[in-house]
T-cell receptor, first 114, second 108 residues
Framework: DAGVIQSPRHEVTEMGQEVTLRCKPISGHNSLFWYRQTMMRGLELLIYFNNNVPIDDSGMPEDRFSAKMPNASFSTLKIQPSEPRDSAVYFC????????????FGPGTRLLVL | KNEVEQSPQNLTAQEGEFITINCSYSVGISALHWLQQHPGGGIVSLFMLSSGKKKHGRLIATINIQEKHSSLHITASHPRDSAVYICAVGSSGDKLTFGTGTRLAVRP
């Protein structure tokens, strides 16, 4: 299996621009997670889906952030408009089922907002 | 106070040494995870455990539910073990709460 795939791997953009991060989970996995990692706050859960349905989005920092999962093999995390404080590494992870399961992480997208 | 506390924050060891990283948590959990993040940034799940002990190669993870404490041990450490080790607890559903990580450097 190819593992969790994320794109782009690196993104540099200017403040105010829209940013879209993409994730393809491992085939057959029913849960998908979006995380953000910064030096100051470490790893934080932003939102997670189960069977394409958002279960908990309490970690989404504000309305500028939105996430979708239109089908079992694709999810997006969108920031509009982006701000410098959004600069971070964004990880997508997937797991087979709900509940406490091993999560498989993608390589991350390193975002820099100037 | 963070829900998940790790110690030490930084650790330097000589190749071959036995290493212990600790994780304490303050909430009831259904499982505890140990993750490894390499210098290149990738994150790998090492263990998920809810009781007792698990072993994989030179890595051993233990958990004491009553004391709300877990340890990750590395035997015969090697420079390729240099990474950040992250403890995470799952307390409700699928959500994980992460510790701040322990940065390990193993010198040859």
């Amino acid at each position: 299996d190819a593992g969790v795939i994320q794109s782009p791997r690196h993104e540099v953009t200017e403040m105010g621009q829209e940013v879209t991060l993409r994730c393809k989970p491992i085939s057959g996995h029913n849960s998908l997670f979006w995380y953000r990692q910064t030096m100051m706050r470490g790893l934080e859960l932003l939102i997670y889906f189960n069977n394409n349905v958002p279960i908990d989005d309490s970690g989404m920092p504000e309305d500028r952030f939105s996430a979708k999962m239109p089908n079992a093999s694709f999810s997006t995390l969108k920031i509009q408009p982006s701000e410098p404080r959004d600069s971070a590494v964004y990880f997508c992870a997937s797991s087979k089922n709900r509940g406490q399961e091993t999560q498989y992480f993608g390589p991350g997208t390193r975002l820099l907002v100037l | 106070k963070n829900e998940v506390e790790q110690s030490p924050q930084n650790l330097t060891a000589q190749e071959g040494e036995f290493i212990t990283i600790n994780c304490s948590y303050s909430v009831g959990i259904s499982a505890l995870h140990w993750l490894q993040q390499h210098p290149g940034g990738g994150i790998v799940s090492l263990f998920m455990l809810s009781s007792g002990k698990k072993k994989h190669g030179r890595l051993i993870a233990t958990i004491n539910i009553q004391e709300k404490h877990s340890s990750l041990h590395i035997t015969a450490s090697h420079p390729r073990d240099s990474a950040v080790y992250i403890c995470a607890v799952g307390s409700s559903g699928d959500k994980l709460t992460f510790g701040t990580g322990t940065r390990l450097a193993v010198r040859p």
